[in-house]
């Protein structure tokens, strides 16, 4: 063993060289090995896609584009060229209002789908029975329409693009426009909502108003008439001047108390949603953009945390303090406009009693021509007042009538059409995919079970496991149609048996000759095919054994394995045949007492063997029996005895196997596997060495592991291990033609 130790080095250090190549031939063996595996799993994928792709039932996604502006396009010359400034903001709360669950319950409304049964045939019904008006329905139902609803921003442009999912082409485009024609109608009813308040209280001070002037007109009219007014003297005129000027002072002070009233009644409606255009606070509209951005940011994280996440409370607790900070600034400013009226209010009632009392002054004086003369300016006034507010009502009337017009800053781009081609399920997309990720998982599952995979298969599990070196490998032997039986196992034709005991050592021909390249069995493959591939490996174990023994201090070399079935026998009897092929005088012993074959392989008659010597006192020459291979000779078992063990490892075995040594150049022992039986272990003492025969693909690592610790444990020396029953196809003789590589090709 110690001469295998250069070229031991001599692999490790050219191993690195072609690391490469190596892992790739490695992956390439794997492939091939479980290549029925990622066939399988792929075949079964594309199967299983394919009957879905082609059974379940397509669905058509209707699709329209709307586009979204800040304001409409009917406006004043100076904002229609008004650069306006990008808020993403108001345009991400767009998108939220389209996915709405007050949107969805107003198209549902609006096309009663409620009471279409390809809609809610599915939802689950309440226990009030499922009507529009079960609020458990109702939510189940806006969840379901909602689910297939999608929005979707073109980016770089204010359109946004909208789809709606249903098994009717026809069905899903009906939808998808009516869901347009609601939030058109969502959106005019949200931006004229506080212009209709105002223009309310406008309309009913004028009417008031009007109704003064008539009332005072008249009544300037029947007092001039009464009292036959024609003209004023010059004190007179001037406790009438006086008199004009207050009640124009009041007229004043009762159209900025007017005003402060509509602008009072227009924002006191004001919410963190909606701010009216009245409120031109910069502080209010940036506490409202904050809120809106965290409201934004709080509504975009719900859908990925819960609630009770840290983030999500800091968030809710930020978004509570930005909405109380924008109700606190909108309730001040409020507050404020509520003082300023009541300032006004108490202002002019304060100008009222000056005016008044003017008024009483002048009656005095004059009471005739002064009063003609107060409400002659008092009707002059309220028409000066009527005025003032006709003009307001204009400027707030206009965009109230626009609403009756349908005019909106959201326009349909796109209007959705029937889709001819379903969107799901793509089947060839889908086949493809699903080939592909057959191909994938099934090389994941092959390398996966190649790794759950405990057995020998190579060199390096041998040296890696066991620690010990690779004498070789043989490939695994298919019979032909004339051949029997398993190649490695034990043999139970019973007809076979008989024919060969009765053929005596010339039958062995009946196998074939020496020429032939087509063996029928694996048991001597090495004489009657030696031209074949099976006898090249043997002879290159040869080979190799000769080297790990050069001065020929291993003679007595135990052939054995850690279970059954992996082959020792075969391999012993054609290791025989390459040792005696090579000019070594050879006998095989056929110490497997339990389950003997070599005298079967062999072709050898009569049952004196191994037995009759231990137990019968036979002599030792009689038993001694030539093979059809030169220089190969037999120890046949002999009869099964009910004591093996200790036969084997009696004094007389020892003195048997000092014998052969000095006649034969190797005796080869054919012994029982060794976790099996102690039959091999206990003729440690006597054997100068021992072979591990194991199969590849079959033989576990702790089977392997446990075969050396038995042997190491009774002071047997293990010469090597011979991988047998590879299969070539799964290792497309890299393994061999490394062992070539390292070890020479050897002579016949």
Known sequence: MDSMDPMDNETRQEQPEKGSAIDFREYWRVVLKRRWTVITFAVTMLAVVGLYSFLVRPTYTARGTLLIEREPNILSFEEIFQIETFNDDYFQTQYKLLQSRTLAEDTIDRLKLYENAAFAGKVKKGKDGGGWTDPVFRGRLVEEFQGRLGVKPISQTRLVEVSFKDRDPKFAAEVLNALFEAYIDMNVQKKFQATEQATEFLTGQIAGIRSEIDRDERKLQEYGAEKNIIALSDTETTVVEKLGELNKALTAVQIDMIQKETYYNEIR???PDYIPEAINNPLIQRLREDYVRMSREYTKKQETFLPDYPEMKRLKTELDAAKIALETETGGLIKGAYSDYQAALKQYRSLEAVFNRQKQDAIQMNSNAILYSSLKNEVANKKSLLENLMRRESETGV????????????????????????????KKLNMVLALMLGLFGGLGLAFLFEHLDSSIKSFEDVEKYAKLPSLGMVPSFSPNKTGHGHPYGRRGDKKKSKKGEGAGTGGAGAEGDGGDDKPRSIELVTHFAPKSTYSENYRSI????????PDSKLKTIAVTSALPREGKTATTSNLGVTLAQAGKKVVIVDADLRKPCQNRIFKLKGMSGLTNYLAAGMVLRDLVQPTAVPNLYLIAAGPVPPNPVELLGSEKMAVMLDELKKVFDYILLDTPPVLAVSDAVVMGPHLDGAILVVRGGKTSRDALRGA??????????????????????????YYMGRYYKYYGRPEA
Do not use: C, F
Request: hydrophobic share 40%.
């Open 399 to 426: 965009s109230a009538r626009l609403k009756g017009l349908r005019t909106s800053n959201v326009w349909i781009v796109d209007r959705a059409e029937v889709p001819i081609e379903p969107s799901s399920p793509k």
């Open 269 to 271: 409606m004001a919410s």
């Open 542 to 549: 040869r080979t190799t054994l000769l080297l790990t023994m």
């Open 708 to 733: 050396r610790e038995m042997l190491d444990r009774h002071k047997i020396k293990t010469v090597g291990v011979i991988i047998n029953d590879v299969q070539v196809r799964d290792y497309d003789y």
